[in-house]
């Protein structure tokens, strides 16, 4: 029978296991009874009966204590309407994990208890933002084991070495909460706080291999080992891919749409009209959505209801205190803010304090595009100023500037040695327009949206559109990743771009699409030897300073000659140039300003990985040169066609 024990207006939303049983709380202002159906320690309990009524509370609010709930029973809410609505099950907006009992969207919810997990990760530090490079990467295709089957946490769980030796220290998968339909992207959320039914493993075989790969990974790191039962639930699966991804250095940012919800065609149980309203075909009506759009396929959400904005804020402390979040990356604030106007900025605002309050360390990442809806003019640096300075309170966003440049002059450079390929492009946006700090800016060449399959090339398609896999290909593809990992800002990988994935990517599993780990495993040349070029550049910033830093300087952008170059330094006297072409030949005795006479030590040379023999400057120059480029030193050079070279002083 449902009591009042334990409920107040403190009790937390959902279903939460306490002493002797589970209280349970939603929130329905205009529903006339919401009942507790399930079943609870193998007993069905269902129907609209005065021992399953949950109690009402002033805000709309209702809760109850249900004595001897435990966690894995199966629950759901039956809501009755106001006069003219409707009668029926509704799913919990806050369950942790949603039941395969009955095929979505009409299944149950399950009881799962959120400190269940035995973390491992109590000396994980989330790393400094300028020390940051991100990965970002699709559960559901990025580790795939069966032919056709989406891949799942645990499968991500085995990439962790591989990630790790790669050199990357923040993972960013797409959207992991459950959404309308599958195979999906992430981004039309049904079910903010349960793990996507696809990407959680319930073969009790498959279970067992799974627990052999992490104990394996634990012990590698002296670690206590873990049991079947640990990883038993989706809600602990995900935690366990988190948790051994701090064990092994890498942080975890997970992506979350604030901006609109899905658009809930045939979901009867989910958030739309969560309190039976009569669907009169207004948007408006529901309890969490409103009828604006901004071509997103789904509903925007009502930001101008507090308890809509607190079901958010609570959604993304949920990822803080039961996944150990290090960040957010917030899907299109531009859209928020366009759909909210006279809400969205105050929301961004306790968004973003809330969190800094919670985890000081935690990186918050806007997607905002200045000028993609001319109803709400904010600047970039609106969005990163700080709450208490009249800012948007995030600290990163997105940045296209650097990614369009290097991607144009790519694809110019593909047409051949007399096509015009726009290098200053590049040198102009090596500093990221309309931001104080170089790190506030997420840069990339690719990503999710950029190479999903029907949009965009991949690097090395664009690089050679005959032949994906060529030294032309190679070649392009590496001056742009150098072009990346070399510039500020935080660099940002999409998966397969460090092998040379030449494919788009799509969400299907069982499609032509996937990423080709067999050519890793085969031993291509092409993708194992553009790998090797990846680990090694990202060590080569990792070990300089100044590649991480604040100061940049372009010194030449000679499209005639394709020719680049830019110095990086930091105060501490790590002092850097490097120099690129997209030229279809060698440069020999090419002059080049440096910032200082002396020694030079080439430190990376991009014609190493896949040419033989290499052009190069055996090992360093002497700048010794007049004054150039607006330095007070030169020297002549060797710039390796579609290469690129880095120079250290000393």
Known sequence: MISQQNISANTPMGANIVSGGATFRVWAPRATAVYLNGVFGGVARSGQTDDLLLSKDARGYWGGFLKGASDGDLYHFWINGPAGGTNGPKRDPYAREMANDKPFPNCNCVIRSGAAYPWHDAGFVTPDYSNMIVYQLHIGVYAISKPGVASTFLDVIGKIPYLSSLGVNVIQPLPVDEVE?????????????????????????????????????????????????????????????????????????????????????GDDESIYYYDRL???GNPNDSLYCTDQDRGTGGLALALWNNDVRQFLINNALY??????????????????????????????????????????????NAEFWPGEFGDYPRSRQDIVTSASSGGAGFDVLQHDGLRSAIRGAVNAASFGQNSEVNLRAISDNLYPAGLLQTWQAVTCIENHDVVKAGREPRIPALADGSD???????????????????APGIPQLFMGQEFLADKPWDVLPNGPNILEWSRLESNEPSATQ???????????????????????????????????????WVDSGDDMMIVGTLAEKTWFNYAIGFPAAGHWKEVFNSDAYGSSPVSGNAGGIFAGGPPMDGFGASASIVIPANGFVVFARG
């Not at 001056?479 to 990346?484: D, E, N, R, S, V």
């Open 319 to 364: 990822y803080v205190n039961e996944f150990h979040a290090d960040g957010f990356r917030y899907d299109e604030i531009s859209i928020l803010l366009s759909t909210n106007k006279d809400s969205g900025w105050s929301f961004c605002r306790d968004l973003s304090g809330t969190l800094r309050f919670v985890k000081p360390r935690l990186i918050q």
């Open 278 to 280: 009569p669907d009169k």
């Open 181 to 265: 339909s599958d195979p999906s992207m992430g981004y039309n959320g049904a079910d903010y706080f349960s793990p996507d039914l696809p990407f959680v493993v319930t073969d009790d075989g498959e279970l067992n291999t799974h627990l052999a790969i992490i104990n394996s990974l634990l012990a590698a790191k002296g670690l206590p080992p873990i049991v079947v039962a640990d990883i038993r639930s989706g809600h602990a699966q995900l935690q366990a891919l988190v948790d051994l991804c701090h064990v092994y250095g890498l942080a975890v940012v997970f992506d979350v749409v604030y901006n609109h919800s899905g658009g809930f065609t």
């Open 468 to 486: 994906h896999r060529s030294w032309w290909a190679s070649s392009r593809s590496r001056f742009a990743m150098g072009m990346l990992l070399t």
């Open 530 to 568: 553009f790998l090797q070029f990846t680990k090694d550049l990202i060590q080569l910033r990792w070990s300089h300073p100044a590649l991480r830093g604040e100061n940049v300087r372009p010194s030449v952008s000679r499209n005639n000659d394709r020719v680049i170059a830019f110095h990086r």
